[in-house]
């Protein structure tokens, strides 16, 4: 079993910056896919951005590309999520999961555990 806690959520003014933690425990998530996902109220939980086991492939949804960064620490058993130019429609609940997988996936099916999420309000 591997539990993740996301953490890093909160209120910023548009164009501001937030950054994510997912720290994971129970097990090493050295060879675990990681992803991030968001959910809006009222909107289906979708896919934000996807990191492979060693970080050296990345995958981002179009709506975050050359904004948000994804990144992790093995070592530290954490992945991070650097948001950037944040704007009202990025609002959501964040949720951090992991995928005992190779492959990025884009899909939420495809992960296996997952956070509770943090939320996150951007004001205009």
């Known amino acids: 079993q591997v539990q993740l806690v996301e953490s890093g959520g909160g209120l910023v003014q548009a164009g501001g910056s937030l950054r994510l933690s997912c720290a994971a425990s129970?097990?090493?998530?050295?060879?675990?896919?990681m992803g991030w996902f968001r959910q809006a109220p009222g909107k289906e939980r979708e896919f934000v951005a996807g990191?492979?086991?060693?970080?050296?492939?990345?995958e981002y949804a179009n709506f975050v590309k050359n904004r948000f960064t994804i990144s992790r620490d093995n070592a530290k058993n954490t992945v991070y999520l650097q948001m950037n130019s944040l704007n009202p429609e990025d609002t959501a609940v964040y949720y951090c999961?992991?995928?005992?997988?190779?492959?990025?996936?884009?899909?939420?099916?495809?992960?296996?555990?997952w956070g509770q999420g943090t939320p996150v309000t951007v004001s205009s």
């Open positions: 999961a992991a995928d005992h997988s190779r492959m990025v996936q884009t899909r939420s099916y495809e992960y296996d555990y």
């Open positions: 129970g097990r090493t998530i050295s060879n675990y896919v």
């Open positions: 990191i492979s086991w060693t970080g050296s492939l990345t």
